[in-house]
């Protein structure tokens, strides 16, 4: 993409970017194993007789749609800050083990007597709350401060632990667990707004914090001593950038499971058309991430019809080589 101007092309992603999002919303609409026309979601919107095209409109395809724009934003703009945070560009939610504390915390919920996403949501906070939190630790310590490689050791390392102890725990108790095995998968599927409307406040508050701590990424991204010289405060800044980065996370998480990778595609896209500038890469992220997991949805519906390929699984097919290509790159360390 190219534009004489840093603005030109800035307008000219966000055009895409929007045509792209109304696109994959439109074609999450129509398309699965029961197809429908837009004269169709018009009626059953307007006129619904309760027909078996309303009921798949209004009831399965909608909500799911909605599902995956509110996830979608949630592990976009949640990849976006932990890069910015960690000064690692392969840094995601999954690559971090946010995911991972997230699903074995929803884990022991289940054992607890937890059985909908919607009970799934406080488990699925602490879990992200304490991996983030854990992973710079580990990351910080030492000399030197948090440093990339470190942060990524550590997150892939507690990742590793953390899911082989959830799928110890679903080998060990396999009817308890049932319920979780497909949630596991990362999935959109019976995600009513039963589920996504309490998990909806805590994704719009993780937005906001993320779009108010933008600028003072951009001032740690110099480094602790320039960004404190510059009057940004450090403590401040992480502090809000990991309370951001657990409702993202932790919300998204709770709703469709685990979705891996499109933390970590849609902040590179996303600085590719914008620069550096963490507070264009976030808004960007929220455009883009949910265009992202919304194909990959329809992907999913299509590419084995009529069964149905849990978005997780496309997002790790599309993502891998996107992660290979990115180690691979020699600028891959250049935030």
Do not use: C
Request: proline share 6%; hydrophobic share 55%; net charge positive.
């Amino acid at each position: 993409m190219t534009s004489r101007t840093p603005r030109g092309r800035r307008s000219l992603g966000l055009g895409i970017a929007v045509a792209a999002l109304a696109t994959a919303i439109l074609l999450s609409v129509l398309v699965g194993s029961h197809p429908v026309g837009l004269i169709d979601v018009w009626r059953a919107l307007t006129t619904p007789d309760g027909s078996v095209t309303d009921l798949v409109v209004l009831d399965l395809r909608i909500p799911r749609t909605v599902a995956g724009l509110v996830v979608g934003v949630g592990l976009g703009v949640s990849g976006a800050l932990i890069q910015g945070l960690t000064r690692n560009p392969l840094g995601d939610p999954g690559i971090l083990g946010v995911d991972a504390g997230a699903a074995l915390f929803v884990a022991i919920g289940v054992l607890l007597g937890a059985r909908t996403p919607v009970q799934y949501l406080p488990f699925a906070f602490l879990g992200a709350l304490v991996v983030t939190a854990l992973v710079y630790v580990i990351g910080s310590a030492g000399r030197g401060g948090a440093d990339p490689v470190r942060l990524t050791l550590a997150g892939v390392a507690l990742a590793a632990v953390l899911s082989g102890i959830t799928t110890a725990m679903m080998l060990l108790d396999p009817v308890t667990f049932r319920q979780l095995r497909g949630w596991n998968a990362g999935s959109f599927v019976e995600r009513g707004f039963d589920v996504i409307l309490p998990a909806l406040p805590f994704v719009v508050a993780g937005v906001v914090i993320a779009l108010f701590s933008a600028r003072s990424l951009n001032a740690l991204a110099l480094g602790d001593d320039l960004a404190s010289s510059l009057g940004t405060r450090l403590v401040t800044t992480r502090v809000l950038a990991v309370v951001a980065i657990t409702l993202l996370a932790g919300a998204a998480t709770a709703i469709a499971g685990p979705v891996g990778f499109v933390g970590l595609m849609v902040p590179h896209i996303a600085r590719w058309i914008v620069g550096p500038d963490q507070r264009w890469i976030v808004a960007y992220s929220i455009l883009i991430a949910p265009a992202v997991l919304l194909t990959s949805d329809v992907i999913g519906r299509v590419i084995l019809w009529p069964s149905d390929v849990p978005v997780g699984i496309v997002t790790a097919f599309i993502g891998a080589p996107v992660l290979i290509h990115l180690v691979r790159r020699a600028k891959a360390s250049a935030l």
